[in-house]
């Protein structure tokens, strides 16, 4: 499995600090030349116990969930 960056922010709320990570996912290349599809989530750590996870099938739609997240 291949990991992408798309985009890291740190935000600092009254509860404590906030990590949103989006990123894509790949899975490994098999050498004979084929399109690896490509897959995209982001994490939102530290708002619960649990990380909020989201899923997303394009990179436009994961950069404007990301900045979603981000803003608020």
Known sequence: MTLYPVADDVLFAPGGRVVIRTYGVASQATGDGAITPVSYR?????????PC????????????????????
């Open 42 to 50: 982001t994490w939102v750590t530290g708002v619960r116990d649990q």
């Open 53 to 72: 996870y989201r899923r997303w099938g394009h990179f436009e739609d994961a950069r404007r969930g990301h900045e979603g997240f981000s803003s608020g």
